[in-house]
């Protein structure tokens, strides 16, 4: 038995998916391939302290800490995540942990922790897992800290590397698989490594539906079928884009992608509505812009009313006295974040 004790830390992205993973059955294998664009500056960054228990017991020991405080209510969820995760790394038995996390962004804004945060967990009990076999390679480490991140949120496999990553499979992407994230195989147009990505924070709000309600609504849903075909469809159709770089035919593509993961909230049983008046004000903002300046800007949406606006870098100028002038009203407390495509978690 491993008898050290010490402390590693991850620094881990969030991620926003240009094709959505909406839909999803037992243990958290997706109805269809999804693809996002890893962030940079909204991160979550986790240390995990591990002293070896003086003998082993079959239960998880562990203290959560949000931002320097003990935070008993993240418990039950974190729990979970590894009684999900324990036959993969059961060495979590035989430790006790702290686990202190922070975000880069407000905690209440409305912006999904979870991606990052569960990636940066993942990522830090593969490090102990390493430091346990040091004969654990690159790709494999990566690999598994995938889909162990998956098992705690689908979306948070696709926050391990950058900039483009793919979950799920796709007869047309080599590798791509449900069990865990890889990064989009083909030949990238270099436009999409410096993309843009302003968060418009339009309601900060908790959730009024979580996403694990969500994605089980998908279940019975009328037309589920047509969803999950329409997905697939979507990332074929954004295979040659992301080598070409034909920027009208990828918003297309986006936006559609993020109307119709609200069109199948707006038609589940139960039926709610996550946007609010003011991001179909933006959404409105961005089109007339967009026929206005020649600039490729779109939208995105996850599930909530914030919207993600995706530029490429040359527009960002203009994209930005577009955003001071005409949207920031728009938002909660004229808040937004600038963030961009980054390139995966770091080891700290
Ligand atoms: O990772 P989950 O279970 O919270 O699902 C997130 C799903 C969306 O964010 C709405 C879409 C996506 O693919 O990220």
Redesign the pocket.
Known sequence: PYTQKGSVSWESPS???L????G?TEP?IPKNA?I?FTLSNCHTHTTLSYSPKPSPSGSFDFKVFFEGEEKPGFRPKIEKFFARIASYVPFIEQFSFEIHTQNSFPHSSGI?S??SGLSALALCLMSLQKIIDPRITENHFKEKASFLARLG????A?SIEGPLVVWGKHPRIQGSNDQYGIRFPGDIHKVFNTFQDTILLVDKGVKQVS??V??NLMLGHPFAKARFNQAQDSMSRLIPILKNGDLDTFIEIVEKEALS?HAMMMTSDPYFILMKPNTLEIIERIWDFRKTSGSHICFTL??GANVHILFPEKDKDLVSSFINKELIGFCENNQFISDHVGFGAQLL
């Open positions: 991620n926003i998916a094709v959505k993973y909406w999803k958290q999804s996002s999904a979870s991606a949120s689908g979306s948070a696709r996403s694990t969500g994605h993961l996850d599930a």
